[in-house]
C-alpha cells in the first residue's frame, strides 16, 4: 500500500497570513494516463470531509482562489495565500491512484 | 445536486452485522461516471477507505485488506442506493462511517459528494 505522510500535524496561523501544508506519498501518484492522482479535502468542525482540490491543483466547485495546490510525484503542497477565520479545519491529503485508497494524518489549521 | 443520505443504527452488538445505507439522489447509482465509496473515521484509524463498487458495463468491487473477507457493498438499482455490511464486527469497529461519490467525467473529479456521517459503536 501507499503510504501517505502529512506536516505538520498542528498549523496555529494568524488571519491574513499564508499557510502551507506538505503531503508526502512513498510511490508516485502519476498515473499511466498522465495525471496524477492526489486530492485535498477539508473537515470542518461537525461536518463531512469536502472536496478542496483534486487531482493536484485543480480547485473545486465554489473552492476560494486563496487556495492553491502544487508538487508531482510523491510532493505535494497545500497553499492558502491567506488565511481567514473560516479556514479552521483539518486537511487531509488522499492519494488516488490506486486502491487501497489512502488518505494523510490529517493537518489541523488553527488560528493563533 | 447530488445528495447522499446515509441511514441505519448507531449501535451494534459485537460479533453481529453492521448494515448501513446509502441513498442516491442527482445520479444513479449505476452511472458509468461514478464509484461509491465507504470510509470510516475514528480517532486510532483517521480517515480510512474501506472499500467502493462501481458499473462499467458490469459491477466492480474493491475492498481494504483491513476488512476484507467481513465486508460487502451492495448497489440496488432499483432503489438508487448502496448498502454496506460489515459482519462480525468488533469495538474496533466503532466509527463515524461515510459514503461518498468519487466522479469522473472524461477526466477525475476527486471525492466531489459526501454523505452526512453514520455514528456506529459496537457495545454490548
Known amino acids: 500500500d501507499i503510504v501517505v505522510t502529512q506536516s505538520p500535524l498542528s498549523l496555529p496561523v494568524t488571519p491574513g497570513e499564508p499557510a502551507s501544508i506538505s503531503c508526502r506519498s512513498s510511490q508516485s501518484l502519476l498515473h499511466s494516463n498522465g495525471y496524477t492522482y492526489l486530492d485535498w479535502y477539508v473537515q470542518k468542525a461537525g461536518q463531512s470531509p469536502q472536496l478542496l482540490i483534486y487531482l493536484v491543483s485543480n480547485r473545486a466547485s465554489g473552492v476560494p482562489d486563496r487556495f492553491s495546490g502544487s508538487g508531482s510525484g510523491t510532493d505535494f503542497t497545500l497553499k492558502i495565500s491567506r488565511v481567514e477565520a473560516e479556514d479552521v479545519g483539518v486537511y487531509y491529503c488522499?492519494?488516488?491512484?490506486?486502491?487501497?485508497?489512502?488518505f494523510g494524518g490529517g493537518t489541523k489549521v488553527e488560528i493563533k | 445536486q447530488v445528495q447522499l443520505q446515509q441511514s441505519g443504527p448507531g449501535l451494534v452488538k459485537p460479533s453481529q452485522t453492521l448494515s448501513l445505507t446509502c441513498d442516491i439522489s442527482?445520479?444513479?447509482?449505476?452511472?458509468?461516471?461514478?464509484?461509491w465509496n465507504w470510509i470510516r473515521q475514528s480517532p486510532s484509524r483517521g480517515l480510512e477507505w474501506l472499500g467502493r463498487t462501481y458499473y462499467r458495463s458490469k459491477w466492480s468491487h474493491e475492498y481494504a485488506i483491513s476488512v476484507g473477507s467481513r465486508m460487502t457493498i451492495n448497489p440496488d438499482t432499483s432503489k438508487n442506493q448502496l448498502t454496506l455490511h460489515l459482519n462480525s464486527v468488533t469495538p474496533d469497529d466503532t466509527a463515524v462511517y461515510y459514503c461518498?461519490?468519487?466522479?469522473?467525467?472524461?477526466?477525475?473529479?476527486?471525492?466531489?459528494?459526501w454523505g452526512q456521517g453514520t455514528t456506529v459503536t459496537v457495545s454490548s
Open positions: 442527482g445520479d444513479s447509482v449505476s452511472s458509468n461516471s461514478a464509484a
Open positions: 488522499m492519494q488516488a491512484v490506486q486502491v487501497p485508497l489512502i
Open positions: 461518498a461519490r468519487q466522479w469522473w467525467r472524461g477526466s477525475y473529479f476527486g471525492m466531489d459528494v
